[in-house]
């Protein structure tokens, strides 16, 4: 996005004899929990870049004040990210959430308020897909080796999958279909293991299935299309069982989508570590010192289980199903790492590079939200919903295959 503001859009000004005003720069929305972990030094960078904090997961009206003001008030634009989080993959839109259109219609009311009825509200597209140079086939195979060790599995031979030559597929198409293959068992295996453990010793009650996916796969059932649709509900509900393990410790109650579920879980856990409470650190006692460490403890280890879907959270074997491609594949293998890592105890930060990657980014065409104003003042709802559909139409619109 840098790279666009700062030096693209002003390349293309100039070929289009377009002045602009310096310095071209654009204000920019962050989650507050990126410099708690990622500590003070990108806090005090984002800040000094234009950045604007929010707390997700809670009503924060002061960094919500702080946004509005800068959207209707700055001398430049501002940017956010209406999913709210990335998905992991290049060709899937998550669900926006709804408080981009809010923002725009809150903008075009302080517009009317201070009588400047000349300006337009328009919120802009922007799609961002990275693709590899080369497709990763050989690095993809290493990694996905090395998920079949982390998973305790054996190794398994294209002649073990007979149904693969009965499709009378090219060589290179036999090689990517059982490399999607060992994909699937991989998933499938670590399905497996976690309705058991969080069965086991979380006491939940998952109808646990005993996969012929575990070992070595059956011909018949790999291939059926059946098999990764079944995946779908037992994943979900996977999903469902660690969340809660994770509200039960903090009092949440399971409340809107996946998503919106990590991110109250987030901040509550941000809420036990950082104790706003806690005026002077120093200043405790060492009862006092010793009983907030073990809550900030308690309060990560619980935090485990939400991060854990959120890596798990995209991972569908439909993806890949779809369009098998070394790109889609990747992406998911790479989802599958993460889930590993965490269990491991690793830094999914830390992700394997698969090659080089370019990026595309696709500008699209502005939205006025001054146009719907009419319909905002007979229903809000209705036009908040309608704005970001609309908003999420377009930035699937600009997915390039």
């Given at each position: 996005?840098?790279?666009?503001?700062?030096?693209?859009?002003?390349?293309?000004?100039?070929?289009?004899?377009?002045?602009?005003?310096?310095?071209?720069?654009?204000?920019?929305?962050?989650?507050?929990?990126?410099?708690?972990?990622?500590?003070?030094?990108?806090?005090?960078?984002?800040?000094?870049?234009?950045?604007?904090?929010?707390?997700?997961?809670?009503?924060?009206?002061?960094?919500?004040?702080?946004?509005?003001?800068?959207?209707?008030?700055?001398?430049?634009?501002?940017?956010?990210?209406?999913?709210?989080?990335?998905?992991?993959?290049?060709?899937?839109?998550?669900?926006?959430?709804?408080?981009?259109?809010?923002?725009?219609?809150?903008?075009?009311?302080?517009?009317?308020?201070?009588?400047?009825?000349?300006?337009?509200?328009?919120?802009?597209?922007?799609?961002?897909?990275?693709?590899?140079?080369?497709?990763?086939?050989?690095?993809?195979?290493?990694?996905?080796?090395?998920?079949?060790?982390?998973?305790?599995?054996?190794?398994?031979?294209?002649?073990?999958?007979?149904?693969?030559?009965?499709?009378?597929?090219?060589?290179?198409?036999?090689?990517?279909?059982?490399?999607?293959?060992?994909?699937?068992?991989?998933?499938?295996?670590?399905?497996?293991?976690?309705?058991?453990?969080?069965?086991?010793?979380?006491?939940?009650?998952?109808?646990?299935?005993?996969?012929?996916?575990?070992?070595?796969?059956?011909?018949?059932?790999?291939?059926?299309?059946?098999?990764?649709?079944?995946?779908?509900?037992?994943?979900?509900?996977?999903?469902?069982?660690?969340?809660?393990?994770?509200?039960?410790?903090?009092?949440?109650?399971?409340?809107?989508?996946?998503?919106?579920?990590?991110?109250?879980?987030?901040?509550?856990?941000?809420?036990?570590?950082?104790?706003?409470?806690?005026?002077?650190?120093?200043?405790?006692?060492?009862?006092?010192?010793?009983?907030?460490?073990?809550?900030?403890?308690?309060?990560?280890?619980?935090?485990?289980?939400?991060?854990?879907?959120?890596?798990?959270?995209?991972?569908?074997?439909?993806?890949?199903?779809?369009?098998?491609?070394?790109?889609?594949?990747?992406?998911t293998t790479l989802l599958l790492w993460d889930v590993l890592t965490r269990i491991k105890g690793g830094n999914p930060f830390g992700r394997p590079s698969l090659g080089k990657q370019q990026v595309q980014m696709t500008v699209g065409e502005p939205i006025s939200v001054g146009d719907r104003w009419e319909g905002y003042q007979s229903s809000r709802r209705v036009a908040v919903a309608e704005l970001t559909q609309d908003l999420q139409s377009a930035l699937e619109g600009m997915i390039k295959s």
């Amino acid at each position: 996005m840098g790279q666009l503001i700062w030096k693209l859009v002003p390349q293309a000004a100039r070929a289009k004899g377009i002045p602009l005003q310096f310095p071209v720069h654009s204000h920019f929305i962050y989650d507050r929990g990126i410099p708690l972990w990622a500590g003070s030094s990108v806090g005090w960078l984002y800040s000094r870049l234009g950045g604007t904090p929010i707390v997700r997961g809670k009503i924060d009206r002061a960094g919500l004040r702080s946004a509005r003001d800068l959207f209707a008030n700055s001398q430049f634009p501002i940017a956010a990210a209406p999913e709210g989080a990335t998905n992991g993959h290049n060709e899937i839109v998550s669900p926006l959430e709804p408080g981009i259109a809010q923002m725009g219609f809150w903008c075009v009311e302080d517009l009317l308020k201070a009588g400047r009825t000349d300006e337009k509200v328009l919120i802009v597209p922007i799609g961002i897909q990275y693709r590899y140079v080369n497709p990763p086939w050989e690095p993809l195979e290493k990694l996905l080796t090395q998920l079949e060790i982390d998973c305790g599995l054996p190794a398994l031979e294209p002649t073990e999958i007979a149904k693969l030559e009965a499709e009378n597929l090219a060589p290179a198409d036999q090689h990517h279909k059982f490399q999607y293959l060992r994909l699937i068992r991989v998933g499938n295996h670590l399905l497996t293991v976690m309705e058991q453990f969080y069965a086991r010793f979380y006491h939940r009650n998952l109808q646990l299935k005993t996969s012929s996916l575990t070992l070595i796969p059956l011909p018949e059932t790999t291939t059926n299309d059946s098999e990764n649709e079944a995946m779908i509900p037992r994943l979900t509900a996977l999903l469902d069982v660690g969340l809660q393990v994770a509200e039960e410790y903090f009092n949440l109650k399971p409340k809107g989508s996946l998503i919106d579920r990590c991110r109250r879980l987030e901040q509550a856990g941000w809420d036990y570590i950082y104790r706003e409470d806690i005026k002077d650190i120093a200043g405790l006692c060492s009862l006092e010192r010793g009983l907030a460490d073990r809550l900030a403890e308690e309060a990560s280890l619980r935090m485990w289980h939400m991060r854990l879907v959120e890596s798990f959270v995209s991972v569908t074997g439909r993806y890949v199903q779809e369009k098998l491609t070394a790109e889609r594949l990747a992406e998911t293998t790479l989802l599958l790492w993460d889930v590993l890592t965490r269990i491991k105890g690793g830094n999914p930060f830390g992700r394997p590079s698969l090659g080089k990657q370019q990026v595309q980014m696709t500008v699209g065409e502005p939205i006025s939200v001054g146009d719907r104003w009419e319909g905002y003042q007979s229903s809000r709802r209705v036009a908040v919903a309608e704005l970001t559909q609309d908003l999420q139409s377009a930035l699937e619109g600009m997915i390039k295959s």
